[in-house]
């Protein structure tokens, strides 16, 4: 099988082709780097055309590029030489410092600075002059000066590589921030949506239905009645939601977040709707200010409760109550869960979700499902609010 050699890049290919040229001008001029060898001019010519064929490797292929290179520099000596191809052969070293693998680039320049100290010391023996330290300063400029640039270089590479892939991992923190900001927000957008419409459409839904379907006029007047005060609340809530969104622009104020003062409120709002339902309020008149967002909380999971109430509960008593412990605020809303002889409104599951979102943020617990008591089967919300933002949830 023929042996596939990797594709030069363009640098190698321009380093090949100006290092040969170079080299045979100087040939044809007759400089030679060195004095007569055993070996002719001509003779020169072969390490210098083989170094040049091992340019076009550096990048690809740089230790078998060193290998070969340092077989044909060896060559080299004992022709009269070439100043391109010692050229050559050093950057043949520095790129196998460059492009090879870290332990090639660990070992080359201590292997070079070994030999280049070996050769000082051997030719300071051997000549007992101290013309012998320029061949070891020679032999540095060769071996060792090229591989520690190569180490310089690659360091430098590595840290802008290293500083490029840090700030690419901080955009890319930044923008999973944003994501995740934008993802939160849009979820709060949805549960404020929910819960300050879907209580007045699913009574205008009801009393519609019940408008349609009752042939009496009374009734349906009294219907129409409930449908128009919810439109209107609906509207306003919607109202003040858009100036929210829009940052209290022009003469849409934002409302004030809803508190726990407000229940005996919306409580008989749902009177209205047809709602037969009883606030028990267990907290202490002068028990300490809960935080606004707790207050919120509660006051949209009870909301919350009495639609769900409105649109599945089956005719019977809705029971609210609230007590308040030293470290939680405990909210329970009971309904009853026989089949419902009325007109129903549909539901997506929303409501559950948006609760338990909201009791989850704060740290609480949240618990929902049907239970069976004296007086029949009942649907109970139940839930714990830790009072300190501290705590992590209150448990019983």
């Known amino acids: ?37 055993a070996l002719g001019a001509d003779w020169a010519l072969i390490p210098l055309v083989v170094l040049a064929g091992l340019e076009l490797l550096r990048s ?17 000596q004992f022709t009269k030489g070439n100043l391109a191809s010692i050229l050559m052969y050093t950057d043949i070293v520095y790129a196998a ?3 090879g693998t870290p332990a090639a680039a660990r070992r080359i320049p201590v292997t070079t600075g070994v030999i280049t100290v070996a050769v ?16 070891g300063i020679l032999v540095g400029i060769v071996l060792y000066a090229p591989a520690t640039t190569g180490v310089l270089v690659r360091n430098h590479r590595e840290a802008a590589a290293a500083a490029k892939l840090r700030a690419e991992q901080t955009a890319l923190l930044a923008e999973m921030d944003r994501v995740q900001a934008v993802t939160a927000e849009r979820a709060r957008m949805a549960r404020e949506l929910h819960d300050m419409v879907a209580n007045h459409l699913s009574a205008i839904a009801i009393h519609s239905t019940a408008a349609l379907s009752l042939d009496n006029p009374a009734a ?34 934002p409302a004030a977040a809803p508190t726990l003062d407000g229940l005996a409120a919306l ?13 028990d309020d267990a907290r202490a008149p002068q028990g300490p200010k809960l935080p606004a967002p707790v207050e919120l909380a509660a006051y949209r999971i009870v909301q919350e409760s009495l639609t769900n109430a409105l649109k599945h509960a089956s005719p019977g008593r809705v029971t609210v109550r ?25 539901g997506s599951g929303a409501g559950l979700v948006g609760m338990r979102e909201r009791t989850e943020l704060l740290g609480g617990t949240f618990e929902s499902g049907p239970e069976s008591n004296p007086d029949g089967k009942v649907w109970i919300v139940f839930v714990t609010l830790p009072v300190d933002p501290a705590d992590e949830g209150a448990k019983e």
């Open 1 to 37: 099988m023929a042996l596939s050699l990797p594709r030069p890049q363009r640098v190698d290919v321009r380093i090949a082709v100006t290092s040969l040229l170079g080299g045979l001008v100087l040939w044809a001029l007759g400089l030679h780097a060195q004095p007569d060898r």
């Open 60 to 76: 690809s292929m740089p230790r078998t590029a060193l290998v070969l290179a340092t077989c044909a520099l060896v060559l080299d």
């Open 97 to 99: 410092v460059l492009y």
């Open 120 to 135: 000082t010391f051997g030719f300071l023996a051997w000549w007992r002059e101290p013309e012998a330290v320029l061949i």
């Open 220 to 253: 349906s007047k009294d219907a129409l009645a409930v449908i128009r005060e919810n439109s209107v609340q609906g509207l306003a809530e919607m109202r003040r939601l858009i100036g929210i969104l829009r940052d209290a622009s022009g003469d849409l104020e």
């Open 267 to 279: 409580v008989e709002g749902a009177r209205t709707n047809g709602l037969d339902v009883t606030l």
């Open 322 to 346: 609230l007590s308040q412990e030293p470290r939680a605020l405990r909210v329970r809303v009971t309904s009853p869960y026989d089949d419902p002889s009325g007109p129903r409104a549909p």
